[in-house]
């Protein structure tokens, strides 16, 4: 079955960088649309980063112009490259894959202080 693997996530102060990566198995990757979504403490999971299987991206309004998302079909792996973070940012990341059903991994911290 299809299986995400996030990693990368961490303690950072504002205004500094993170890089996330999200490593797929048991599936075909390269046609899959992969996502970032985030979920902070008391609010609902939202919207990060969309990248189709063929390279569109689509952003979260909060995060555009700091966040970049990219994929590499070779490894099996999408990123998220976090720049500019912000105490806001501070959220569990989700990495999702979708195509019919979307699959999620289990989440990594990130934790960006003032």
Do not use: H
């Not at 048991?26 to 649309?33: E, Q």
């Amino acid at each position: 079955q299809v299986q995400l693997m996030e990693s990368g996530g961490g303690s950072v102060q504002a205004g500094g960088s993170l890089r996330l990566s999200c490593a797929a198995s048991g599936m075909i990757f390269s046609i899959y649309t992969m996502g970032w979504y985030r979920q902070a403490p008391g609010k609902q999971r939202e919207l990060v980063a969309l990248i189709t299987s063929g390279g569109t991206t689509n952003y979260g309004d909060s995060v555009k112009g700091r966040f970049t998302i990219s994929r590499d079909n070779a490894k099996s792996t999408v990123y998220l490259q976090m720049n500019s973070l912000r105490p806001e940012d501070t959220a569990v990341y989700y990495c999702s894959a979708a195509r019919i059903t979307t699959t999620w991994g289990q989440g990594t911290q990130v934790t960006v202080s003032s």
